[in-house]
């Protein structure tokens, strides 16, 4: 059956449209990643105003309209392995996620590996991991897809328009990116030995200012956060800069 392009849309909550090329507002990390997703789609986008279609962190949530037949799509933009409605007490929240006819979860777990990254810990052994039943979850569910690593802000991955941070010169040797945070033993250790060692290029706290560091860069360390796969990963790599770290 051949489907008729006209037919096919996506719906996304009016508090999400754009207007004159810029948002309303300053979405929260993830959500403003997905918005420039969605926009990125090459189908038509409506708008309504339905709270099923609201985001509550870190779910969002569109509706995908096919030859007038509606199917609600869930996004789990987690970034650590089990599906956050394993953790969730909110029963409306799990409701609206159960109710969808599809899902995509970020960091999507590889459950044949013989080990996992679970933060605090570092990498667990699969016989001495005691959450791997939570983070298999998504991996053994038919409407579970693999979903990508999101980035902090998604409009500077549009149209290619990462490439312009890029830079043939590599005045910076290495990038050791992040401060030394609690949750990850194995990240505050690395950082610890490599800090002092290297003129690690200091940029202004700015996410432009930043990718532009990286383009810069020779080698970026990427230290491991809540899960193996961090914005880093993807950062590092879209703007040319060499990607050193555990095994992903």
Request: aromatic share 18%; with cysteine.
């Amino acid at each position: 059956m051949k489907l008729d392009a006209k037919k096919i849309y996506i719906e996304i909550h009016t508090n999400y449209k754009k207007k004159l090329g810029f948002y309303q507002i300053y979405y929260d990390m993830y959500l403003d990643w997905w918005i420039n997703w969605v926009y990125s789609s090459h189908v038509k986008i409506k708008y309504i105003n339905d709270k099923n279609l609201l985001f509550s962190h870190p779910l969002a949530f569109y509706n995908l309209i096919i030859d007038n037949r509606n199917y609600l799509i869930g996004f789990d933009l987690w970034d650590k392995y089990p599906l956050f409605v394993s953790n969730c007490t909110d029963k409306k929240l799990i409701d609206r996620w159960e109710k969808c006819d599809l899902h995509f979860k970020t960091n999507y777990f590889d459950a044949k590996s013989p080990f996992r990254y679970r933060a605090p810990l570092s990498y667990v052994k699969k016989d001495e991991d005691k959450g791997r039943t939570k983070a298999e979850e998504a991996y053994f569910k038919d409407n579970i897809f693999p979903g990508g690593m999101p980035l902090l802000k998604g409009k500077y991955f549009l149209k290619r328009k990462y490439k312009s941070f890029r830079s043939r010169k590599k005045i910076f040797n290495v990038n050791i990116s992040g401060g030394i945070k609690k949750y990850s033993s194995l990240r505050n250790e690395m950082i610890e030995k490599l800090y002092n060692r290297y003129d690690n290029p200091r940029f202004i706290n700015s996410y432009p200012n930043y990718l532009k560091t990286l383009g810069k860069t020779k080698i970026c360390v990427d230290f491991p956060s809540n899960s193996r796969v961090t914005f880093r990963s993807s950062e590092a790599i879209s703007m040319g800069s060499f990607l050193v770290g555990p095994p992903t």
